[in-house]
């Protein structure tokens, strides 16, 4: 220590004051700040000063008298130096003097005038004296640590008698002078630690103190107390809370001078070190009690554990950068810094101020900040930002003046990127930003965002229920495009009922549940009427795709080795294996293809691709030929393969180097050189029976503990996969991925309320993010795969059988409606299944029974009041919330309530257009609105209802939540109808006449016939009457000309733009 620098305890308001030491002059200095204190140098003035004193090394403040300094003298002897100057200069001096002369390391002094000595070890005598100040006897009260050298010792502030030092360079021992018998070899509260010096206690809690290393050891512990009082009962902690190792820049020889705790803020401790650097950590306990081993946690594949306690580094602060370079050795331009201290006062800014005193003797202020910034993303993706105030900073972007609508939508329909942001990055500096930000700051946030917004880009992007358009969603990421490949095989499997055989479905059954026979839940995925076991129905499957028969290790069981290679995607044939070398190599896998084929042991075919790689210069030539061509290679070829297998980083060639040294693949197994659908398919190729499955059970294990997505292979799409996503989702917080993924099998094989929780949340978030057509498309989608291959099977005898027929529409395993309707308020279905759901308002009946097929239940009109009568009755009619009573939106062009009859003709009212079929169209701002055309027949309408898209439209068994077709109008009139019209059409237009729209923009809702007729207009033809025109009195309604805007006063959104 060179100097150091001491913030007045009794400093006020108007009057700071601090102590500058000088070790080098051993002098002393009060001072007395002229203003206020500000960043930069600061102006003070000199109160008192006591020069040319007898050597020290160590100093102490007294707590109580302002006057008083302790001064631990490198004789072993300390005094006390009084800086007042009212007192004559023989007064100024008490000094206390040890039996045998050696260097005092440390001094402190106590609330109640106690002065604790630590000296370096003697054999004959204690290293740790405590005096008492304002005694005229100047013997010690209390002799401690004999013959152990003391580094440090301080008194805890609210407890003036419990001491805490440090002994012997190898343990830190508390004591309390209360008891006798603490100093006669009483070792019970200690603990052992290598930083022994420059204790500080935390004056906000005194349970925390910090201790650092000796020279050259930048080291820094933070301690508990009370975890040493438990460690010396036999538990393992040894009390230390943190420890930094280093806590500071190493720059050659480092050492810690100096710690000190804010006094201000709680668990806020800064240290200076030798090489002028200053830094501030805080530390914090969390709220939370801290995690407990479980096997539901990942392992952490970079080392680590999960947390043992509930303390935690906030913040690292570096408030001064080391001196790493200097210009002569032992030259000093005055600018390190050497000591600092907190001054115990705050700004109005929030702020407390910290001395730093320079090499050169000057000192200067900084400002730390007390309030953390917090930031805060909410589900609409606002960043909101908190210290003093609150900011929100959200985008905004406005339609300019010398952009048409038109141009606009046209830049904000393509996809953007998440990251680079560089499609709209244009858009947002000329037409919109952050308010007050200005347009490169709006990139950089939009850049820190972008984690957020992966996601929901990812959903715009088309990210669902097709693998090829996910793995190109996901390019770049492997682990994702690893997952989507193994599924995507799975489900091209699986296509036309490719992997049932006699009334057994093993469809998305992993390779490890292959190999041991078991499909999970066999009453989904076996016919009623059939009793095929798993084995059979293996050895069958290889008979109906024809595959080979097995070559390999010796086995008893050869068919489900080959299933499970075909599983794993092993190639059978030449041409398709030369295929899928020619595709590595258009991705870059270079040598990769090259172990692809030595693997399937065509060698001529790799030789074929590496002479095409070397004679077009894409790979350099290393040889790797004449090994390849090679049946045996000598010990100089085996040693030179090793050395260039460590020199590589392509994994490809360190896996085909690997197996030229050695010579078998099982070498290579043991490595993760290769993906593990080659290890998978190695192992099946060249393990025997018993080996193969204990490979299985370590590799399934590994991968659901670690929740590795590439596990898929083996665990199939099953039971088991649900646990290895559940691994992942805690580790990645990936929803989407692991929703689509299971959507393959749930429910139609495998029935597990994680996934129902899993589905609903992603629609919640779907919903945040406004993705209404994504989320219908991928629950038609998703209803659309749980359906298929539910029919047309056949059995042995040819008779076709319904594989789980059994699945109703009224089960709980059948996927949900495509369309459902929620209140806008609570987002609680207006389903009439969920009137369990307690009313909350008063016009909404308590009770209500069940709504069945073809019934609607009406309320009775005894004893109630019209009110209670009409809120009874739109409470069964779906247009109101059984939750908070809330109604439905009104038609923004009739005024009705949504789902309530209208009072305009039917489309399908007119004869002319009644056996046309209106379709649903989407404009580019998000708005669905049927539109007609004059023979205009869907071919798919027997797909449609099949698919379940009735249910949708309000035209299947049952009416959609919240939808009511109207029965005030006489139904179509039975004339001659088109080619493929009739009854059944019209009825379908009926129904998509009063069915509801929303503009997913502004939000406002329609009657679908009504939008159709606002916006589209009446083209040439008869298309009803309704707002905007009038009927004619021919009853043809007369032409007129569409609109953009929304019909809402004052709302200016263009819902029909492109309509």
């Given at each position: 220590m060179e100097a150091a620098v001491r913030w007045s305890p009794h400093s006020t308001a108007e009057r700071r004051r601090f102590l500058l030491v000088d070790v080098a002059e051993s002098s002393l200095t009060l001072n007395e700040v002229n203003a206020d204190l500000k960043p930069g140098p600061l102006s003070f003035q000199p109160i008192s000063s006591r020069r040319k004193l007898p050597p020290f090394g160590a100093f102490a403040w007294s707590p109580v008298q302002e006057s008083l300094v302790a001064l631990g003298h490198v004789s072993g002897n300390a005094s006390v130096v009084d800086l007042s100057n009212e007192k004559p200069r023989t007064e100024q001096l008490?000094?206390?003097?040890?039996?045998?002369?050696?260097?005092?390391?440390?001094?402190?002094?106590?609330?109640?005038?106690?002065?604790?000595?630590?000296?370096?070890?003697?054999?004959?005598?204690?290293?740790?004296?405590?005096?008492?100040?304002?005694?005229?006897?100047?013997?010690?009260?209390?002799?401690?640590?004999?013959?152990?050298?003391?580094?440090?010792?301080?008194?805890?502030?609210?407890?003036?008698?419990?001491?805490?030092?440090?002994?012997?360079?190898?343990?830190?021992?508390?004591y309390d002078l209360r008891d006798r018998s603490s100093g006669s070899g009483n070792r019970n509260l200690q603990a052992p630690t290598r930083n022994i010096n420059n204790i500080a206690i935390d004056p906000l809690d005194e349970n925390y103190f910090a201790s650092s290393g000796s020279t050259g050891d930048p080291s820094v512990t933070v301690w508990d107390k009370r975890w040493i009082a438990q460690s010396s009962s036999g538990s393992q902690a040894n009390g230390a809370v943190f420890n930094f190792s280093p806590a500071v820049e190493v720059v050659g020889l480092t050492t810690v001078w100096s710690?000190?705790?804010?006094?201000?803020?709680?668990?806020?401790?800064?240290?200076?070190?030798?090489?002028?650097?200053?830094?501030?950590?805080?530390?914090?306990?969390?709220?939370?009690?801290?995690?407990?081993?479980?096997?539901?946690?990942?392992?952490?594949?970079?080392?680590?554990?999960?947390?043992?306690?509930?303390?935690?580094?906030?913040?690292?602060?570096?408030?001064?950068?080391?001196?790493?370079?200097?210009?002569?050795?032992?030259?000093?331009?005055g600018t390190r810094a050497v000591a600092f201290d907190w001054a115990q006062e705050t700004s109005p800014e929030s702020e407390q101020s910290m001395l730093i005193l320079r090499s050169s003797r000057e000192v200067e202020v900084h400002q730390m900040p007390l309030l953390d910034t917090h930031v805060n993303v909410n589900a609409r993706q606002d960043l909101s930002t908190v210290r003093n105030d609150v900011a929100v900073l959200e985008s905004k972007p406005q339609m300019g003046t010398d952009q048409s609508a038109?141009?606009?939508?046209?830049?904000?329909?393509?996809?953007?990127?998440?990251?680079?942001?560089?499609?709209?990055?244009?858009?947002?500096?000329?037409?919109?930003?952050?308010?007050?930000?200005?347009?490169?700051?709006?990139?950089?946030?939009?850049?820190?965002?972008?984690?957020?917004?992966?996601?929901?880009?990812?959903?715009?992007?088309?990210?669902g229920l097709d693998c090829e358009k996910n793995m190109k969603v996901i390019a770049g990421d492997w682990y994702l495009e690893r997952l989507w490949e193994i599924v995507g095989r799975f489900h091209d499997q699986a296509a036309d009922n490719g992997m049932v055989h006699a009334g057994l479905d093993l469809s998305y059954v992993g390779v490890a549940d292959i190999w041991s026979e078991s499909a999970g839940n066999l009453a989904k995925?076996?016919?009623?009427?059939?009793?095929?076991?798993?084995?059979?129905?293996?050895?069958?499957?290889?008979?109906?795709?024809?595959?080979?028969?097995?070559?390999?290790?010796?086995?008893?069981?050869?068919?489900?080795?080959?299933?499970?290679?075909?599983?794993?995607?092993?190639?059978?044939?030449?041409?398709?294996?030369?295929?899928?070398?020619?595709?590595?190599?258009?991705?870059?896998?270079?040598?990769?293809?090259?172990?692809?084929?030595?693997?399937?042991?065509?060698?001529?075919?790799?030789?074929?691709?590496?002479?095409?790689?070397?004679?077009?210069?894409?790979?350099?030539?290393?040889?790797?030929?004449?090994?390849?061509?090679?049946?045996?290679?000598?010990?100089?070829?085996?040693?030179?393969?090793?050395?260039?297998?460590?020199?590589?980083?392509?994994?490809?060639?360190?896996?085909?180097?690997?197996?030229?040294?050695?010579?078998?693949?099982?070498?290579?197994?043991?490595?993760?050189?290769?993906?593990?659908?080659?290890?998978?398919?190695?192992?099946?190729?060249?393990?025997?029976?018993?080996?193969?499955s204990g490979f299985m059970q370590t590799e399934t294990a590994r991968v659901i503990r670690n929740g590795d997505l590439e596990g898929i292979l083996l665990t199939g799409l099953g039971e088991r996969s649900l646990e290895l996503f559940q691994t992942y989702l805690t580790r990645s917080a990936d929803l989407q991925t692991v929703v689509l993924a299971s959507a393959f099998t749930n429910p139609r094989y495998v029935d597990d309320v994680r996934w129902e929780m899993w589905r609903e949340t992603y629609f919640d978030q779907l919903q945040s993010w406004r993705c209404f057509h994504e989320r219908a498309r991928f629950t038609v989608m998703h209803a659309r795969l749980c359906r298929k291959g539910l029919v047309g099977m056949k059995d042995e005898k040819g008779k076709v059988s319904r594989l789980g027929s059994y699945l109703s529409s009224s089960s709980p395993s059948s996927p949900a409606a495509p369309v459902t309707l929620k209140c806008n308020h609570c987002q609680a279905p207006l389903a009439r299944a969920q009137s369990s759901l307690a009313p909350l308002h008063p016009a909404t009946p308590s009770t209500e029974n069940p709504r069945t097929s073809g019934t609607t239940p009406m309320p009775t009109t005894t004893g109630h009041s019209p009110t209670k009568i009409q809120g009874a009755l739109a409470a069964n009619s779906g247009t109101v919330c059984l939750r908070c009573g809330r109604h439905m939106p009104r038609c923004a062009l009739c005024n009705l309530w949504l789902g309530t009859p209208t009072t305009f003709p039917s489309l399908s009212s007119f004869p002319p257009s009644s056996t046309a079929r209106p379709s649903m169209k989407k404009s580019p701002s998000g708005i669905s609105t049927p539109s007609l055309r004059d023979g205009d027949i869907n071919p798919e309408d027997e797909d449609d209802e099949d698919e379940g898209f009735p249910a949708a439209i309000g035209a299947g068994k049952e009416p959609a939540a919240g939808m009511q077709a109207s029965q005030s109008f006489p139904p179509p009139s039975r004339g001659?109808?088109?080619?493929?019209?009739?009854?059944?059409?019209?009825?379908?237009?009926?129904?998509?006449?009063?069915?509801?729209?929303?503009?997913?923009?502004?939000?406002?809702?329609?009657?679908?016939?009504?939008?159709?007729?606002?916006?589209?207009?009446?083209?040439?033809?008869?298309?009803?009457?309704?707002?905007?025109?009038?009927?004619?009195?021919?009853?043809?309604?007369?032409?007129?000309?569409?609109?953009?805007?929304?019909?809402?006063?004052?709302?200016?959104?263009?819902?029909?733009?492109?309509?």
């Open positions: 008490l000094t206390f003097k040890t039996k045998q002369q050696r260097k005092c390391n440390s001094v402190a002094l106590s609330s109640q005038n106690w002065l604790a000595v630590a000296l370096d070890k003697t054999r004959s005598d204690v290293c740790l004296n405590i005096y008492d100040v304002g005694s005229e006897v100047q013997e010690p009260v209390r002799r401690l640590c004999p013959a152990e050298l003391v580094s440090s010792v301080r008194f805890f502030p609210s407890q003036p008698q419990e001491v805490v030092a440090t002994a012997q360079r190898s343990f830190i021992r508390l710690l000190r705790y804010s006094g201000v803020r709680r668990g806020r401790l800064a240290l200076c070190a030798s090489t002028g650097e200053i830094k501030v950590m805080d530390m914090m306990d969390a709220n939370t009690s801290p995690l407990h081993t479980s096997d539901y946690l990942p392992s952490n594949p970079y080392g680590g554990g999960s947390w043992q306690s509930n303390r935690y580094v906030s913040r690292v602060r570096k408030v001064q950068e080391p001196i790493r370079q200097r210009a002569n050795k032992g030259h000093d331009d038109t141009n606009l939508e046209q830049s904000t329909a393509e996809p953007t990127d998440p990251v680079n942001n560089t499609e709209s990055s244009d858009t947002l500096g000329k037409h919109g930003g952050l308010d007050g930000v200005s347009s490169v700051e709006t990139s950089h946030i939009q850049k820190l965002l972008a984690p957020a917004n992966v996601a929901e880009e990812r959903c715009r992007r088309g990210y995925r076996r016919s009623p009427s059939r009793k095929t076991q798993v084995d059979d129905a293996i050895i069958g499957l290889n008979n109906d795709h024809e595959l080979p028969a097995f070559e390999g290790e010796r086995t008893e069981f050869p068919e489900h080795r080959q299933l499970c290679l075909a599983a794993c995607g092993w190639i059978f044939t030449t041409d398709t294996l030369e295929a899928e070398c020619q595709e590595l190599i258009e991705r870059g896998k270079y040598y990769l293809s090259i172990v692809q084929a030595v693997l399937h042991g065509y060698i001529h075919i790799a030789l074929n691709l590496l002479r095409t790689l070397i004679r077009s210069k894409t790979i350099p030539n290393i040889g790797l030929g004449a090994l390849l061509a090679s049946d045996t290679i000598n010990e100089e070829q085996r040693e030179m393969c090793q050395w260039m297998a460590a020199d590589t980083s392509d994994p490809g060639l360190k896996a085909l180097l690997t197996f030229l040294i050695t010579g078998d693949w099982r070498d290579v197994m043991k490595t993760h050189y290769l993906h593990l659908g080659y290890r998978v398919a190695l192992g099946l190729k060249y393990l025997n029976d018993t080996e193969l001659k109808t088109g080619k493929r019209g009739g009854r059944k059409g019209r009825e379908r237009t009926v129904s998509l006449d009063h069915f509801l729209c929303f503009c997913t923009k502004c939000g406002h809702g329609f009657h679908a016939e009504h939008a159709r007729l606002w916006f589209q207009g009446r083209r040439g033809g008869h298309q009803g009457a309704g707002p905007g025109g009038r009927v004619g009195d021919d009853g043809t309604g007369e032409a007129g000309e569409g609109k953009i805007m929304c019909p809402v006063p004052g709302c200016r959104c263009c819902c029909g733009l492109g309509s």
